[in-house]
Every structure is written in structure tokens, then in C-alpha cells.
Nanobody, 116 residues
Framework: VQLQASGGGLVQAGGSLRLSCAAT????????MGWYRQAPGKQRELVAL???????NYAESVKGRSTISRDNAKNTVYLQMNSLKPEDTAVYYC???????????WGQGTLVTVSS
């Protein structure tokens, strides 16, 4: 499956962004979809995942500030991020896998820059 991420940009601290990840085929059979991010000089880390039955899992760093959702009819996953902080600055990668333990498919990444 190919994944197309969009929605990144430059925002001031305290602002909001919504990222979208559109798949080129049905995501109904894909159990986990979500987002990872990689800041300069740091390893890629989980931001949020959502299962096929829409059970979310958030990194502690974004919990309470972000909401992940999934629209199987549109083959799209969304990440609403609020109260953004400069430390949220990173390239955000959309990811999908058939199930736990399976390899991820990755999107091309979208840059989020939060200015202080």
C-alpha cells in the first residue's frame, strides 16, 4: 500500500495542525495505522497509532493534546494536534501495517515546524 501524508506546516506554539494520511487502497484489512516522527538528530519515535476497530494508542508526549482518527471509507487516517510545542517540530511519517509484528509501510513524511 502507498501512503500519502499531508497537512504539515509552520505554526506558532500553542497552535494546531491536522495531518492526513491517505492510502492508495482500502485500509479495511490494515490493522494499525498512524504516525511516527523524527526530529533532527533523533531517532524516529511513535506519535500515535489506531487499530482497525479505532482503538488509539498515544505517546506520552502527545497524550491529551492529540487525537487520531480513522475513516475506512476514505482510506484515510487523521492526526489532530493541538497546543503544539517547539519540541513537536519534526518530520511526521504516516505508517501502516497489517498487524502487530508485521513490517510497516511508510509514507513520504510531512514537516511540522513549531515556532516559539
Amino acid at each position: 500500500v502507498q501512503l500519502q501524508a499531508s497537512g504539515g506546516g509552520l505554526v506558532q506554539a500553542g497552535g494546531s495542525l491536522r495531518l492526513s494520511c491517505a492510502a492508495t487502497r482500502s485500509i479495511f484489512s490494515i490493522n494499525d495505522m498512524g504516525w511516527y516522527r523524527q526530529a533532527p538528530g533523533k531517532q524516529r519515535e511513535l506519535v500515535a497509532l489506531i487499530t482497525r476497530s479505532s482503538v488509539p494508542n498515544y505517546a506520552e508526549s502527545v497524550k491529551g493534546r492529540s487525537t487520531i482518527s480513522r475513516d475506512n471509507a476514505k482510506n484515510t487516517v487523521y492526526l489532530q494536534m493541538n497546543s503544539l510545542k517547539p519540541e513537536d517540530t519534526a518530520v511526521y511519517y504516516c505508517a501502516a501495517r497489517s498487524g502487530p509484528g508485521d513490517p510497516y509501510y511508510w509514507g513520504q513524511g510531512t514537516l511540522v515546524t513549531v515556532s516559539s
